[in-house]
Nanobody, 125 residues
Framework: VQLQASGGGLVQAGGSLRISCAAS????????LGWFRRAPGQEREFVAA????????HYADSVKGRFTIAKDNAKNTVYLQMNSLETEDTAVYYCAAGRGIILSSIRRWSAYDFWGQGTLVTVSS
């Protein structure tokens, strides 16, 4: 599976942005799909995930209520809608996919098999 992230850019605090991750090579189908981010000087952190094709949705506490993860099976694409953006959301955002991931591992980047190249989101004050 190849993942191609896009849609990053510069946005003011309080604004919104939607980033996308298009998959090729295999249908996302029942895979677990995740978004992670890495801010400057920090470790990669979990943002959101769709567990096994949509059986459940999960968010980091820092983005809950502001971000929404969704997917379009017809387009084989996963999205991250980001609202009420804060300067602390500035990071490179990575999409990831994996099969056979157990629920307790969805927040671990090491559980995922495939990664996109990342897209930079910069939130200005």
């Amino acid at each position: 599976v190849q993942l191609q992230a896009s849609g990053g850019g510069l946005v003011q605090a309080g604004g919104s942005l939607r980033i996308s991750c298009a998959a090729s090579g295999r249908a996302l189908g029942s895979s677990t799909l995740g978004w992670f981010r890495r801010a400057p000087g920090q470790e990669r952190e979990f943002v959101a995930a769709i567990f096994r094709g949509g059986s459940s949705f999960h968010y980091a506490d820092s983005v809950k209520g502001r971000f929404t993860i969704a997917k379009d099976n017809a387009k084989n694409t996963v999205y991250l809608q980001m609202n009420s953006l804060e300067t602390e959301d500035t990071a490179v955002y990575y999409c990831a996919a994996g099969r056979g991931i157990i629920l307790s591992s969805i927040r671990r980047w090491s559980a995922y098999d495939f990664w996109g190249q990342g897209t930079l989101v910069t939130v200005s004050s």
